[in-house]
């Protein structure tokens, strides 16, 4: 239908001048208006929907103005009602009634590309906004395992019928103008248009109604499992006898009201569609984990789940989010990790159960199975460490230490409770464990925790060197702490933050009461038996005066050395130690150098023994060697002969000069001498090493094999036998306890595994 602008105006009974001017001037040219608007806006056709005209009262109009095609010359104005459809050439004045100024959200200046399909998905995503109202009011169902499901399902259901219905009805029955051009085009349509109002009210009602109180439950249920902190903790105040959280209705009321003054529904959509698409993401995810970490307590009823049908829902969620609006898309991406990190700072650790460990689990049985022991090769050695201690309080430097040299190797921290078994009436291993992973914790270290109950320490620390590790993650080297425990080094501010955990733990031994819980014949056979058991055994001395802030506050010019002293101090005629230990020294002090402020403050330091004349030789063989290994470090060698000769005559022919000696010839040394060598001699040999340590933050030493196999031997012990043991044991403790007395931190290591492909 087509009538004059003013022929329109009189019969809609408009008398606003706003609009007449805005028409004069977008429409007339200058001289008409100087002639006359009136006249020309007499004659300016305008197109109209004949319907609109009848049925609505045009209160809000737009109006374009275009060119008819079949008269270029000819301009025309189209009302639409409310909305307006894109026309190639419109020019919008929006007005209504009272005075020029209604907007729409979308006109026919939107550029076509916003009008996609991806953003009628959001619009129209809106219906499956209460998948999970069910779930978010479970707390208010009577059986919420039956409920939820069967709810959500027969609710999607029925909604997605009728959605259907009404978009293929509406397709067949509606014009495209009518679609794009009237929002609410179904109540003109309607037999009984009062039905469609009242549709409208109890859907929005429902929907505000089912966003409210399900939003505030969750709130309600954060702020109760104190998951944000302090900051979620005031939500958890309850008014109602019944449970109602009025807090949180109270604050979502709020956010929503803040929500709505962005003033245009529209625009609101693709923002909380994207959310929603996100949720969804996780409950697919998290459906998908748990039915491929095979966790048998999650059993679903839907006999149709398969983690394939999650993964296509994850990935269909994900699409979409991109494809609404990839900007929307990345700020819900930084929200949500905003939140994760909030969690992990103030949120507190619960008992409920993480998916990442059930994940994890099944990583780490699918790979660990892989890990063929059978398939070891020196290549990839790295050292998997048993740290063996009595009582932590005095050996945090060295648990430390043992963390920093692990080199992402596995890292067990190993404890006997010397009990009988047979007097337990409930296994005190669980407790105690957590105790000891408490201060794992607080220590940041990067271990596990292994404890066995045995009246009989060497026992017991036996079958945890055998059973600690799981198939090719077991231990290789075991790291025993001293018998004495010294001084306690938990400094009194860590003793504050952890006061329970810490009189958890046994006082500190002095050092009278030094082998209380184990003799020295077992400490010396534990050695054995470690060595036996092809094991690395290493032997920790003085580590409590370890102090890293030194490291750290090391002037400009000064210099901290880590010492390698490849030199069996216990073996006057053969002084160098096996290629496979000798190796193995430089490999350990290599791994610590590798590590953080190790590298950056400290250099490394190998000491060598040398005899008349062979000073050059000897320091040229080892860089040699150290090259070989990519290996830096300062060669230093220091005459063998002058520091013995006092003590002992040696015959120069039985002078080792070779840079390494073969296994079998150390075992035959090994058995024909007894370390029986006076006191004085490794009292000036720990003198020597101390006038060269000054300046020394840890030292490697060789840790010579007990000699005790003869008494392991034979079963049938007599008592001149053990009291023989005995006195080897002692002379083997006491010889090792004057050589290390007041040395810096020092590491005694006797190396049985190859550990590179460089041969001397």
Partial sequence: MAVSF??????????????????????????ETAAGPMQCLNKLPCVIDSFYALKDSFEQMQVCRT?????????????????????????FIPFCNGGIGYVTAYSPTTPPEILTPSFLFSQSLQWLHSILAGANLSGELKDPSVAIPKGTLLAQAYTYVIYALVYILAAFTCSTDLLQMNYTFLQPINFCPILVFIGTVLVTMSAALSAM???????????????????????????TRKGNPYLSVLFTAFLVQLVLLIGN?????????????????FVNLACALLDISSAPNFRPTFKYFSWHVSFLGMLGCITMIFLISPEYAAGCLLVL?????????????????????????YIVRKFLLRLDPRKDHVKFWRPQILLLINNPKSCVP???????????????????????????????????????LALVDFLQLKAFVEMTVNKSIREGILSLARLSGLGGLKPNTVIMGPSTSGTKTLSKRAAARIRTMINEFPEVRNTVDSYRDITIIEYVNIIEDLITMNKNVCLARNFNSLDLTKLKKRASGEE?????????????????????????LLQLARILMMKGIWSSRAKMRVFIPSSDGESQQMIS??????????????????DWTSLTSSHFTIDKRLVDTSLSASSDESKANSSKEEHHYPLSYFQELNDFIRKNSRETIVSFLYLPRPNIARFRSNPDKSAEDNREELLCCEKYMEQLEVLTKWLPPSLLVHGVSAVTVTSF
């Fill in 560 to 584: 901290m050395f880590i010492d390698v002293w490849l030199v069996d101090f216990f073996k006057p005629t053969y002084h160098f130690v096996t290629e496979v230990s000798s190796l193995f």
């Fill in 337 to 361: 990790v905003l939140l994760i990190v909030l969690i992990s700072v103030v949120g507190p650790s619960t008992g409920w159960g993480s998916i990442s460990q059930g994940l994890t689990f």
């Fill in 6 to 31: 003013l022929t329109l105006c009189k019969k809609l009974k408009f008398k606003n001048k706003s609009l007449i001017d805005a028409v004069a001037t977008l429409m007339c040219s200058d001289a």
């Fill in 213 to 239: 109180i399900g939003a505030s439950r969750i709130l309600y249920a954060i702020a109760k499992d104190d998951v944000f902190g302090v900051v979620s903790r005031p939500f958890a105040v309850k008014a």
């Fill in 621 to 638: 063989s080892v860089k040699s060697l150290l090259v070989q290994l990519r290996i830096s470090a300062e060669v230093e060698d220091f």
């Fill in 265 to 281: 529904v529209n625009s609101l959509a693709p923002i909380v569609s994207i959310f929603f698409l996100m949720v969804y993401f």
């Fill in 398 to 436: 060295l648990m430390n230490f043992t963390n920093d040299l692990k080199k992402s190797g596995l890292y067990v921290i190993g404890h006997v409770l010397p009990t009988c078994w047979d007097g337990l009436t409930d296994d005190p291993v669980p407790e105690k464990t957590k105790t000891w």
């Fill in 67 to 91: 060119v008819v095609s079949q008269e270029p010359q000819r301009k025309s104005i189209f009302f639409f009602n409310r909305t307006a459809a894109h026309l190639p050439g419109c020019t």
